[in-house]
């Protein structure tokens, strides 16, 4: 399984990002996608996650209403659209696909590169 992330750059806060997974390897509409994100010296957190189908997703408290997260199986992508971005949101944002929509990235069995996100206040 190969998963390439992009999309990520500068910003100033305020604005927008998109970012975006595309995966290959094995059959992508059958496995939860999520995004998880790294600052410098701090752990790596669960940003959104979505289920096989799209039908269900997660956020955490700080991007919820900020972000959308989407997926097009027939394209075997992923999004995360990130709007009114905060210098707090600067990290490298990681996608992975995992079985289960949970919030722990034990629960995800493959890793993308990370694309890096900076948002200048």
């Known amino acids: 399984v190969q998963l390439q992330a992009c999309g990520g750059g500068l910003v100033q806060g305020g604005g927008a990002l998109r970012l975006s997974c595309a995966a290959s390897?094995?059959?992508?509409?059958?496995?939860?996608m999520a995004w998880f994100r790294q600052a410098p010296g701090k752990e790596r957190e669960f940003v959104a996650g979505i289920n096989w189908s799209g039908s269900s997703t997660a956020y955490a408290d700080s991007v919820e209403g900020r972000f959308t997260i989407s997926r097009d199986n027939a394209k075997n992508t992923m999004s995360l659209q990130m709007n009114s971005l905060k210098p707090e949101d600067t990290a490298v944002y990681y996608c992975a696909e995992g079985r289960r929509l949970l919030p722990f990235h034990d629960e995800y069995d493959y890793w993308g590169q990370g694309t890096q996100v900076t948002v200048s206040s």
């Open positions: 390897g094995r059959t992508f509409s059958r496995y939860v």
